[in-house]
């Protein structure tokens, strides 16, 4: 039962009408929620492991990670930088563990939730080189709006990080809403399709490929 994954539908037409209302207040209102305490202590777990192993390197975020697919292989692909793959789902996590014979060492799986680490990295000052967000299909109902990253309280943390970012998706309306959320800050970001032969980077990307569908690709400079 792979390849049998549904296409997303939605009763959205297209790009949400609150769209700019909802950036533009985030982007004029700071988010002051707390932070959680599990998200503190993960995050100065980062950041010794960062002091150990050289916080002069580019550091490299995949922001829910999953079981790690994505994180190993951008690990593998930069040596020269550190990987921190984030999940809150403990149990995913433990399957990486599992999944994979060994990880390098410059990769480190953090469990934490996204926007309490994001917002602990820009306290601290710390920006990306690269930042890779692929969870592919979040809150597809015009309702959901501010539950999607662009529409949430921690966008501006989102673009205060910095680098290349990078969004994959199978729902081409959901990086649509991205690309104009990034346009009214003045960014510039590219949509492209990803050819049905490309190699996966998550175990979702394979199997919409596996089901015929589209993955698309939305790619920024912050």
Same mark, same amino acid.
Request: glycine residues 6%; neutral net charge.
């Given at each position: 039962m792979f390849a049998n994954? =549904?296409?997303?539908?939605?009763n959205q037409s297209g790009i949400h009408d609150d769209l700019e209302r909802v950036v533009r207040r985030h982007l004029q209102s700071p988010w002051r929620a707390p932070i959680a305490d599990h998200d503190v202590q993960a995050f100065a777990q980062l950041q010794q492991w960062r002091m150990e192993l050289g916080a002069e390197r580019p550091l490299m975020l995949d922001s829910g990670c *999953?079981?790690?697919?994505?994180?190993?292989?951008?690990?593998?692909?930069?040596? %020269?930088? #550190?990987?921190? *793959?984030?999940?809150?789902?403990?149990? !995913? #996590?433990? =399957?990486? %563990? =599992? !999944?994979?014979?060994?990880?390098?060492?410059?990769? =480190?799986l953090l469990r934490a939730d996204c926007a309490g680490l994001w917002r602990l990295m820009v306290g601290e000052g710390w920006l990306l080189a690269r930042h890779k967000i692929l969870y592919p299909n979040p809150w597809p109902k015009s309702a959901h709006l501010k539950r999607r990253w662009h529409g949430h309280p921690v966008w501006p943390t989102v673009l205060s990080l910095g680098g290349e970012l990078e969004i994959r998706s199978n729902w081409p309306l959901y990086l649509q809403e991205v690309q104009a959320a990034l346009a009214i800050t003045g960014i510039r970001a590219e949509l492209s399709e990803l050819p049905m032969q490309s %190699?996966?980077?998550t175990d979702f990307e394979e199997k919409y490929q596996a089901s015929g569908q589209v993955n698309w690709r939305l790619t920024a400079r912050l």
């Amino acid at each position: 039962m792979f390849a049998n994954s =549904r296409s997303v539908t939605s009763n959205q037409s297209g790009i949400h009408d609150d769209l700019e209302r909802v950036v533009r207040r985030h982007l004029q209102s700071p988010w002051r929620a707390p932070i959680a305490d599990h998200d503190v202590q993960a995050f100065a777990q980062l950041q010794q492991w960062r002091m150990e192993l050289g916080a002069e390197r580019p550091l490299m975020l995949d922001s829910g990670c *999953g079981t790690g697919r994505s994180s190993l292989l951008l690990a593998s692909q930069h040596p %020269e930088a #550190l990987v921190v *793959g984030v999940d809150q789902s403990a149990v !995913r #996590l433990q =399957r990486a %563990e =599992r !999944r994979f014979d060994a990880l390098p060492d410059n990769l =480190r799986l953090l469990r934490a939730d996204c926007a309490g680490l994001w917002r602990l990295m820009v306290g601290e000052g710390w920006l990306l080189a690269r930042h890779k967000i692929l969870y592919p299909n979040p809150w597809p109902k015009s309702a959901h709006l501010k539950r999607r990253w662009h529409g949430h309280p921690v966008w501006p943390t989102v673009l205060s990080l910095g680098g290349e970012l990078e969004i994959r998706s199978n729902w081409p309306l959901y990086l649509q809403e991205v690309q104009a959320a990034l346009a009214i800050t003045g960014i510039r970001a590219e949509l492209s399709e990803l050819p049905m032969q490309s %190699e996966p980077l998550t175990d979702f990307e394979e199997k919409y490929q596996a089901s015929g569908q589209v993955n698309w690709r939305l790619t920024a400079r912050l």
